[in-house]
Nanobody, 113 residues
Framework: QVHLAESGGGLVQPGGSLRLSCAASGSIFSVYIMGWYRQAPGKQRELVASISNSGSTNIANSVKGRFTISRDNAKNTVYLQMNSLKPEDTAVYYC???????WGQGTLVTVSS
């Protein structure tokens, strides 16, 4: 059974940075496509970034140039580096094993002065 646990969220000022981590357990992590999604209050969940098992990445236009996704297969962990954060980035951020459709519990990111 696959389990995902996000961490690294919190309160940050506009222009600041955060790095989210998603630790996976219960399966062979390296073979799966992993994704980061976010859901702001009153809005639908949206894809932020994904990374394939070979390391190819897909970044949403809204965060391109500011956010980076990466993975460390030795640590069964996927990361989301978020720079130049804006108030509109405020949301609950979720990690997903895309192939299996498994979600983490989410971590809240609040960008506010």
């Amino acid at each position: 059974q696959v389990h995902l646990a996000e961490s690294g969220g919190g309160l940050v000022q506009p222009g600041g940075s955060l790095r989210l981590s998603c630790a996976a357990s219960g399966s062979i992590f390296s073979v799966y496509i992993m994704g980061w999604y976010r859901q702001a209050p009153g809005k639908q969940r949206e894809l932020v970034a994904s990374i394939s098992n070979s390391g190819s990445t897909n970044i949403a236009n809204s965060v391109k140039g500011r956010f980076t996704i990466s993975r460390d297969n030795a640590k069964n962990t996927v990361y989301l580096q978020m720079n130049s954060l804006k108030p509109e980035d405020t949301a609950v951020y979720y990690c997903q094993n895309v192939n299996l459709g498994v979600w983490g519990q989410g971590t809240l990111v609040t960008v506010s002065s």
